[in-house]
């Protein structure tokens, strides 16, 4: 066993879940967070188990030609944020494509299959358009930053790479507004004290900026100070808003909103179409790669008018929408209802009248609408990283469409999925991963399966 604290040199022999180095020491494994592959790294042991240890870097001995410096400080390493920063974003595509090529030969046992280089992003950075920060006071000093991993220390930051970079000034100014005006700020052990956190939202078309500041009260003294000075610092400041959270929980916000200037709303588009954002609804954090993403699921569905479509785990209904333009008609299915509400209005902005919205869970809904007679010749599915219900698989298969999309966050349930409709008939010719999370280890990928 290694002993806890102490400082052991190891080879990194290979990568594991998570992006995680797994070293080896004297051919004793460590997983190291953050080591490259053929890395020498001195790690000192954090967790020591009888088969294994855990530690973290505190030396490059032999550095891997791929590892890159942050952009942000050092200090914010355990941030909990971007797993791989320090990985050269080439590799990080590489390494994405090759997980899903050898999920659909392992998992899926499929051969022939094309899986396309993954699309990333030109500039992988300040790409996110939701950030959370959470605020605390520790011995007297302000802190508003990220948790660090498997903690609720806060690390005090004063910017965030992948985030918009208008947040650098809102943290800024909030900081200011707090110190300056003695605002009171959430104790969790306690419960008392007034700010939790600054959500904040960002339109990336249309620079349209939300403030939320989430506070176990609406009676936040000063309020028209704060507004003035986002008004005069923050281009494009549209709405500032008080979400009011009194639950001792780690749910960052609460159901109560309180308009303080402005409507509450902001707008965003992907492509053409027009999305209102509040605070408490659901927007992809990436708008750039989920156009890319959606054009992509766009071309492999091949619609034409006349064309039935299924959006089956269609959320807000985004993807709904970006089909409902070229189809006949667009069922959407989902079991949350805020989205399935959400999505209805988003249809009427965009005056797409061709869609219809059913909340419940897929594996129940879409086998009695079939049963009902609904049924289409394209079906587009994004599930949860689980994968697909056999029901709902089970069901596409009787509705006996031209074309599948699948559009999946995580390849080894796509693998699972496609072997299932393989055995049933249909086969999956492409596979395109697209990065929509850069620095970390998540891979999202779109495939499309032919009768
Ligand atoms: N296509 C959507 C997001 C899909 S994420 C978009 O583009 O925004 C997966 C969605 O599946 C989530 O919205 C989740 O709420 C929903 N979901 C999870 N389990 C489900 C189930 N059993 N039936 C229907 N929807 C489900």
């Known amino acids: 066993m290694l002993e ?95 997980q899903v ?35 605390q006071r520790v011995d007297g000093k302000l802190k508003i930053g990220f948790y660090k ?18 947040n650098d000034i809102i943290i800024e100014i909030i900081r200011d507004f707090i110190e300056s005006n003695n605002i009171s700020v959430y104790d969790e052990k306690t419960g008392r004290g007034l700010i939790r956190h600054i959500v ?31 008004k005069s610092k923050v281009e494009g400041f549209k709405t500032l808003v008080i979400n009011i959270n009194t639950k001792k929980t780690n749910v960052v916000m609460g159901y109560k909103n309180i308009n303080i200037y402005g409507n509450g709303k902001i707008i965003d588009y992907i492509g053409k179409l027009k999305f209102e954002i509040s605070p408490l609804s659901f927007f992809q954090v990436n708008p750039t790669q989920t156009e890319v993403l959606y054009n992509k699921a766009l071309e492999y569905a091949d619609l034409k008018r006349g064309d039935k479509v299924f959006d089956i785990y269609c959320g807000i209904g985004t993807i ?49 609408l079939y049963k009902e007679g609904v049924s289409a010749n394209v079906v587009v599915v994004d599930p949860p990283r689980k994968g697909c219900e ?20 995580n390849p080894s349930t796509l693998a699972r999925d496609l072997k299932y409709l393989d055995e049933r008939g249909y086969k999956c010719s492409e596979i395109q ?19």
């Open 101 to 135: 090529r050898e999920d659909i030969k392992r998992i899926g046992g499929l051969e022939g299959i094309k899986v396309h280089d993954t699309l990333g992003m030109d500039i992988p950075f300040r790409f996110r358009n939701k950030a959370q920060f959470p605020v």
């Open 4 to 98: 806890k604290g102490k400082k052991y040199e190891c080879e990194i022999v290979d990568i594991g879940k998570g992006g995680v180095g797994i070293g080896k020491h004297n051919g004793f494994t460590v997983f190291v967070d953050g080591a490259l592959l053929g890395e020498t790294v001195d790690v000192k042991i954090t967790k020591s188990k009888k088969k294994y240890a855990e530690g973290v870097i505190s030396k490059v001995k032999k550095k891997s030609i791929y590892r890159v410096d942050r952009l942000c400080s050092n200090k914010y390493i355990n941030c909990g944020g971007c797993q791989t920063q320090e990985l050269d974003y080439q590799k990080q595509l590489e390494i994405k494509t090759s």
């Open 433 to 451: 991963p697209v990065d929509m999370f850069p620095h970390s280890v998540h891979v999202e990928s779109v495939a499309v399966l032919t009768k």
């Open 390 to 409: 056999e029901e709902v698989l089970d069901t596409i298969v009787k509705m006996n469409p031209d074309r599948v999309v699948y559009v999946s966050c």
């Open 149 to 166: 991993k498997k903690s609720h220390d806060i690390i005090d930051i004063d910017k965030c790479v992948i985030q918009h970079d208008k």
């Open 320 to 368: 709904s929408l970006f089909l409902a333009q070229k189809a006949d008609i667009v069922y959407g299915v989902e079991i949350v209802e805020d989205a399935i509400k959400d999505a209805k209005i988003n249809a009427e902005l965009n005056k797409l009248k061709n869609t219809e919205f059913f909340v419940g869970k897929a594996e129940e809904v879409v086998p009695k």
């Open 200 to 230: 904040t939202k960002v339109g990336y078309t249309t620079n349209e900026v939300m403030v939320i500041l989430v506070s176990t009260s609406e009676n936040i003294p000063e309020m028209d100070k704060l507004v003035n000075e986002l």
